[in-house]
């Protein structure tokens, strides 16, 4: 049986968003887009550092919903990079998309249990 490992999974996904952006055209508007696919796209795997060390479980549905955003982002840009085209085969986005929506759908479950586990706490 394989182990789950989110982390890995995070540098893996980060390590795919440093290369689509390399493969972006080097104009204005290319650059910009690159920028803020760089930013959002690889800012997952911090902040799921920061909320495997977070202080309480507040702070811990406080880190990984900035996960959930970031992610949401990154989904934007990477289906406006899709409409333009910015890249030969806009198919080539198409895998990474569809583990930015998986990426989604973890970070937003976990949130959802987070949550009830602290309001089971507070009663």
Same mark, same amino acid.
């Given at each position: 049986?394989?182990?789950?490992? &989110?982390?890995? $999974?995070?540098?893996?996904?980060?390590?795919?968003?440093?290369?689509?952006?390399?493969?972006?055209?080097?104009? $204005?508007?290319?650059?910009?887009?690159?920028?803020?696919?760089?930013?959002?796209?690889?800012?997952?795997?911090?902040?799921?550092?920061?909320?495997?060390?977070?202080?309480?479980?507040?702070?811990?549905?406080?880190?990984?919903?900035?996960?959930?955003?970031?992610?949401?982002?990154? $989904?934007?840009? &990477? $289906? &406006?990079?899709?409409?333009?085209?910015?890249?030969?085969?806009?198919?080539?986005?198409?895998?990474?998309?569809?583990?930015?929506?998986?990426?989604?759908?973890?970070?937003?479950?976990?949130?959802?249990?987070?949550?009830?586990?602290?309001?089971?706490?507070?009663?």
């Amino acid at each position: 049986m394989a182990v789950f490992d &989110l982390e890995e $999974r995070l540098l893996d996904y980060a390590a795919r968003i440093m290369r689509l952006a390399e493969k972006l055209p080097n104009t $204005r508007v290319g650059n910009h887009v690159a920028a803020q696919l760089l930013r959002c796209g690889t800012s997952a795997l911090p902040n799921h550092g920061e909320a495997q060390g977070a202080e309480s479980p507040r702070d811990f549905i406080h880190k990984m919903r900035i996960c959930l955003k970031e992610l949401r982002e990154t $989904r934007r840009w &990477l $289906r &406006l990079i899709q409409r333009v085209p910015m890249v030969k085969s806009p198919r080539q986005v198409e895998p990474l998309l569809e583990e930015t929506e998986t990426l989604i759908k973890i970070f937003f479950t976990s949130i959802r249990t987070a949550q009830r586990k602290q309001d089971a706490i507070k009663g």
